[in-house]
Each structure stands twice: as structure tokens, then as C-alpha cells.
């Protein structure tokens, strides 16, 4: 892109220490159900994340403030009043909870699928039913059906896969 004269940026406060995905469904202006996220720490200096794992490790005071900080500033602050809402945070070391970005949607995958198999919460039907304005109660058991981890594999290097490769890689299996 061109950066010049008439060009506009976004400067953003640099935020250390956890970083967590809150995911939360909203009924009548209330949170109904919330899950929390840790994710591993990033790739710098591009952020990227390099895995995550659910349910949360943080202990349960910080988990407290995470969950109302994320509920205040989707319902509160954005006016989300129902639906699924995706909320990126960090708990910093100086300031404690503070958020990165607040999504209007759902997670996106693999997560719907942890949520479901740690809290035995069908987050996209949920949604669904909110959306349908059927009244919902998602029961959030008091301990995690599981645990689950996972990293993401980064390179440095950049490659193309052609189709031969995939026949290949499709005869191996």
C-alpha cells in the first residue's frame, strides 16, 4: 500500500501477560454462558498465536475479573444485547484485564468443538436458539468434562502446495 500524505493509522497500547479468548452468549442483555480461552503466548513481533488451551489454567480470581470485564464491555459498552460474542483480552501485569478487540460472532473453529467437549455446551446451537428467540439456559458444570491443548505449527518459510503434491501426500494414506 501507498503511506503518505493523507494516510491513516492505528497506534495501539503494547499489552504483556496472558492473553485469553472469552466466548460468551448473550440473552435479553445478559450473559447466559462464558468460557475462557488461554492462549499460548505469541509469535512476535506479529502476534500470532501459537496455541490455546481450555479450559482456562489462570487462577479462579483472574478468571472472575476476565468474565465480568468481557460480559461489561459487549453487553455494556457495545450494546450487544443477544447472540455469541468473541472477546480477545489480556491480563496485564501492571493493570490487570484489559481487552484487545470485542467480535459480534462465535468463535471460530476448532473451538466450538472444545467448548463442547469441555463444558458439554453446544455453543452454535445455543446461538441458534438465541437468535430464534427461544429462551436458553446453558448449564455450565462446576468442573470441565476434559482438558484440551493444542500448538500451531509456524514457519518462517513460505511454500506452494500443487496438486501433485496433494496426490502424493493422498497416496501415503
Avoid at 500500500?1 to 496472558?18: A, K, M, T
Avoid at 503466548?41 to 472472575?64: M, Q, R, Y
Wanted: aromatic fraction near 6%.
Amino acid at each position: 500500500g501507498h503511506y503518505g500524505r493523507g494516510c491513516r493509522s492505528v497506534l495501539e497500547q503494547y499489552l504483556d501477560g496472558d492473553e485469553v479468548d472469552c466466548d460468551i452468549l448473550i440473552q435479553e442483555g445478559k450473559v447466559v454462558f462464558s468460557s475462557i480461552t488461554d492462549n499460548l503466548p505469541t509469535h512476535e513481533p506479529d502476534f500470532v498465536n501459537t496455541g490455546s488451551n481450555l479450559p482456562s489454567i489462570l487462577p479462579a480470581s483472574k478468571l472472575e475479573e476476565l468474565a465480568s470485564l468481557a460480559a461489561r464491555t459487549a453487553v455494556g459498552a457495545v450494546g450487544l444485547t443477544t447472540g455469541a460474542a468473541h472477546i480477545e483480552m489480556k491480563y496485564t501485569t501492571k493493570t490487570g484485564p484489559q481487552i484487545i478487540e470485542v467480535n459480534g460472532r462465535m468463535c471460530g473453529n476448532p473451538f466450538p468443538g472444545w467448548i463442547e467437549a469441555v463444558w458439554g455446551i453446544n455453543i452454535a446451537a445455543f446461538a441458534a436458539a438465541i437468535a430464534l428467540g427461544v429462551k436458553v439456559n446453558p448449564k455450565k458444570p462446576a468442573k470441565p468434562f476434559t482438558n484440551l491443548a493444542g500448538s500451531y505449527v509456524l514457519s518462517d518459510a513460505h511454500a506452494f502446495i500443487t496438486e501433485q503434491d496433494l496426490e502424493m501426500i493422498h497416496g501415503l494414506t
